[in-house]
């Protein structure tokens, strides 16, 4: 295995005095960078690739450590701050950044210390000597931490609580506790032999204010859900488990995960992360937005019962007056919940057992690859979201532009990136794509590299989940190289959502949903509608699940469909997404043509590859399809188009359960009495609040 577990050996004494073990180094977590070679850009692109690391190191004595921001730690002898300065590294949280925060490390406790590197140097198959001098007798220490392609790791490590709100409690009920009482560990083995899964336990902190020194929780064994039931993951394969935790801290743990291959030989797996409970959150953007009209949106109950039908229950906002202070029995924030996602400073006013149900998240940085004209770099987005480590908000960051973002990834707890495909400001070179046999645009930009730009971020800030800014309406765009139309299509707005979700987020942000956007393009709002039904309909499987699979069919030599797997222990999500559309020279939009005749095969984990039932879910309903088992998977015959979506359920019931959760989101979506998407007098609402000038 490529995973090296290297204990630390001190350095001899200069006295006659024992010398305590002081830290051993436990384990490394490599993420390699990627990057991609579908994107174009104006400039070449730098394939010299580094790698995020992660370091645990023990406390190995009978006796607390004291680490202060002082204490010298040199990696390659060199610091940390040289190795920024000399553009070697693009962020790191050793103790010199701590700002002079001391580190107190009882014994048997350990600690995770970070860097990302930015290029090949610091990149896999490479190592790194770690030094530092702790204090008293301890000595000098030195570690030879081994930066190696791994060949198993965690891919997605997602804490839940063990009952999932229906759709329609999810924006109306009281809100669930935030703390998670279970966790899915999905491991990818790579090797060329098996791995059996044994146990799993996590490292806790005391309290959040000491986040940094973590105490190990009893190892989970006999508990624990296995996927396969005996744990054995083949060669190439992925596996996952699941076990109850007990309601958890909304705070930093390590997850330490045992195997052991086909010789009998451990393995241990690391990863380090906020515990969070991870719902799928469907966010409005900036729903408060008043630009070209209307006055205080977030005071209208028609705007409110607009983005219920839409499943909207997050917005980019934090205290508003008017609407969040309305909060009585009857108050209009009581009626329509907003989460909020903002700075959510200070703390005493957000981080509480009240307001923490509502918050998805910190985000305050905007898009830092940009900043406004002069980039804010890595380690200034780190300094800034540090003060909140300690408290229990869990942060993101907007991420921009593919080529640059992995040197920002591991910064955030939640990661999640816009980019959009029709007429709108990208950094990509959208002329430069020959993908519709020599016929080039700049107009748009083909739908698909969503998908390849969800699947880098997801594997740059692995195990951790990652969200999506999707294309929606916005009023404020003009058309480009020649297009009239300021915003996507339902066909283009599908489609651009579907690349995202079938590479495994868990949140979907739409951008944007102001008042005057969505009177400008109301023939959108059906088509969000029906991707929202959808998503909380399938909610489950998504949170719970791992990207396992991407593969990207040609006919004739010419894209014809993504085909992607979302698998978690209950089910598999299988998406058909189709590549065969062309650009309307005429109206400069993506077209696409009727169903056609396909056939779908869909490599599965083990422990999926003998379904109780197969279906085809969309808006309308649950319906069985024509399917065989095939090698490893699961072929599928069926007429097709735009996107199709498929569930290969590990136990019978599914077909019910879907349907369950589709009645549940008509039923919320009907409750609004609200149709503006359908019914021109409920638009003409929504318009006369566009029509209002601001005060």
């Not at 990696?75 to 920024?84: A, D, F, I």
């Not at 990834?409 to 959009?420: E, K, L, R």
């Not at 939009?589 to 095969?601: S, Y």
């Amino acid at each position: 295995m490529a995973l090296i577990l290297v204990v630390a050996v001190p350095f001899p004494p200069t006295s006659g005095d024992p010398i305590p073990q002081g830290l051993s180094l436990q384990g490394v977590h490599v993420v390699p960078h990627r990057q991609s070679t579908e994107m174009q850009y104006r400039r070449k692109a730098d394939f010299s690739l580094g790698a995020r690391v992660e370091v645990f190191l023990k406390n190995t004595s009978t006796a607390a450590l004291e680490i202060s921001a002082s204490t010298d730690v040199r990696v390659r002898n060199r610091t940390p701050e040289h190795l920024l300065e000399e553009d070697e590294w693009a962020w790191h949280d050793l103790p010199s950044a701590w700002d002079g925060s001391p580190l107190r490390l009882p014994p048997g406790a350990m600690t995770v210390w970070s860097w990302n590197g930015k290029r090949s140097p610091w990149g896999t198959n490479t190592a790194a000597e770690l030094s530092l001098a702790l204090p008293g007798n301890a000595g000098l220490q030195r570690f030879q931490v081994p930066i190696a392609a791994p060949q198993a790791w965690l891919s997605a490590v997602t804490f839940l609580g063990t009952s999932e709100l229906s759709p329609a409690s999810t924006a109306s009920a009281k809100p669930p506790d935030p703390r998670p009482d279970s966790v899915v560990v999905h491991v990818a083995n790579a090797s060329d032999g098996s791995l059996t899964l044994e146990a799993i336990r996590l490292w806790l902190p005391e309290s959040n204010a000491t986040w940094r020194a973590l105490l190990p929780r009893p190892w989970i064994e006999d508990r624990l859900e296995r996927f396969p039931s005996d744990g054995v993951i083949s060669a190439g394969d992925r596996g996952a488990a699941r076990m109850a935790t007990g309601p958890l801290p909304l705070t930093y743990a390590a997850i330490e995960v045992r195997l052991r291959d086909r010789d009998g030989k451990p393995t241990t797996l690391w990863a380090h992360q906020r515990i969070k409970r991870e719902v799928f959150d469907i966010s409005g953007g900036w729903v408060h937005d008043t630009s070209g009209g209307g006055d205080k949106p977030l005071e209208s109950e028609a705007f409110h019962k607009t983005l219920r039908r839409l499943h909207v229950n997050t917005a980019h906002i934090g205290e508003t007056g008017g609407y969040t202070d309305r909060n009585g029995p009857d108050g209009l924030y009581t009626r329509y919940p907003l989460k909020y996602f903002n700075k959510l400073a200070p703390f005493d006013r957000y981080d509480t057992d009240a307001v923490l149900p509502r918050i998805h998240a910190v985000e305050f940085l905007g898009e830092p690859q940009y900043g406004g004209g002069k980039p804010v770099s890595p380690q200034a987005c780190w300094k800034a979201l540090a003060p909140y480590a300690s408290t229990r908000l869990p942060t993101s960051i907007t991420h921009s532009e593919e080529r640059l973002w992995r040197f920002y990834a591991g910064i955030s707890d939640y990661p999640h990136y816009d980019a959009y495909r029709v007429t709108a400001p990208s950094p990509d070179a959208w002329g430069q794509y020959d993908r519709w046999g020599g016929e080039r645009i700049r107009w748009g930009a083909p739908l698909e590299t969503i998908g390849e730009m969800c699947r880098s971020l997801r594997e740059l800030n692995r195990p951790r989940p990652t969200a999506y800014w999707s294309q929606g309406p916005h009023h404020d765009w003009n058309g480009y190289g020649g297009r009239r139309r300021g915003s996507p299509t339902a066909d283009e707005l599908r489609l651009q959502a579907y690349h995202a979700l079938s590479s495994r987020i868990t949140s979907l942000y739409w951008f944007n949903l102001s008042v005057r956007s969505l009177v400008t393009f109301p023939d959108l709002l059906e088509p969000m509608t029906r991707v929202g039904r959808e998503i909380r309909m399938l909610e489950p499987h998504y949170l719970a699940g791992d990207a396992t699979s991407h593969e990207r069919v040609l006919r004739e030599g010419r894209p014809d469909w993504d085909l992607d797997v979302v698998a978690g222990p209950d089910a598999a999500l299988l998406f058909a997404l189709d590549l065969a559309y062309r650009p309307d020279p005429e109206e400069k939009v993506f077209r696409f043509d009727p169903p056609r005749a396909a056939t779908f095969r869909f490599p599965l984990p083990g422990h999926l590859r003998k379904p109780t039932e197969v279906l085809r879910v969309d808006a309308d309903g649950v319906t069985p399809v024509r399917h065989a088992i095939i090698a490893g998977g699961l072929s599928i015959q069926d007429q097709a188009s735009r996107v199709a979506v498929y569930v290969a359920a590990a136990r019978p019931g599914e077909r019910d359960r879907i349907e369950a959760r589709r009645r549940a989101a008509i039923a919320l979506e009907e409750a609004t009495g609200f149709d503006p998407g359908r019914r021109a007098e409920d638009l003409a609402v929504l318009q006369e609040l566009v029509s209002k000038k601001p005060k």
